[in-house]
């Protein structure tokens, strides 16, 4: 069964720092373009990152860029997200989400995944 784990959600402070970890288990990983997603209360889903296939191209939203890196273990089957300088508005359910694709590319349209963990909370206290 194809499925996707995520942990490393915590309760920080204020310019501390996190790492999402998200687990594939079922896939061949290095067949997926992977992003993380995340929602806070009442706003819409939106994109945090993405990372295509072989690693090589990686995007962030604006407002996490020179704070937020994601990578890639294909070995491993896990793919992070390395948080750094927090804010509280990065609170937020985090996903990560996979799609299996031939292009080595780095999507941002949560519309284009097919897999999604079930989330891990990050809440960033004032």
């Known amino acids: 069964q194809l499925q996707l784990v995520e942990s490393g959600g915590d309760l920080v402070q204020s310019g501390g720092s996190l790492r999402l970890s998200c687990v594939a288990y079922?896939?061949?990983?290095?067949?997926?373009?992977l992003a993380w997603f995340r929602q806070a209360p009442g706003k819409e889903r939106e994109v945090v990152s993405c990372i295509s296939k072989s690693g090589g191209t990686v995007n962030y939203a604006d407002s996490v860029k020179g704070r937020f890196t994601i990578s890639r273990n294909d070995a491993d089957s896990t793919v992070f997200l390395q948080m750094n300088s927090l804010k509280p508005e990065d609170s937020a359910v985090y996903y990560c989400?996979?799609?299996?694709?031939?292009?080595?590319?780095?999507?941002?349209?949560?519309?284009?995944?097919?897999?999604w963990g079930q989330g891990t909370q990050v809440t960033v206290s004032s």
């Open positions: 989400a996979a799609r299996w694709t031939i292009h080595d590319m780095c999507q941002t349209s949560e519309f284009l995944y097919t897999f």
């Open positions: 079922g896939f061949v990983l290095s067949r997926y373009g």
